[in-house]
């Protein structure tokens, strides 16, 4: 099962800055991440949790 992910303004105004420095490091990484929470959202690195309130 694949879940959507909702990025706000904020976060792609962040990922574009990235993308424009040209840091691939990070760049890699983000992309491991959101690919880990539409995959699986409660598993993986950084140990993702439900939002509380």
Known sequence: MSY???LTDEAIS???K????GDKK?????DKL???LR???TEGTGK???LKH
């Open 26 to 30: 990070v760049l890699i990484k983000i």
């Open 48 to 50: 993702p949790e439900k």
């Open 4 to 6: 959507t992910l909702e």
């Open 18 to 21: 990235h993308r424009k420095v």
């Open 14 to 16: 962040d990922i574009a």
């Open 39 to 41: 995959e699986h959202p």
């Open 34 to 36: 959101l690919d880990e």
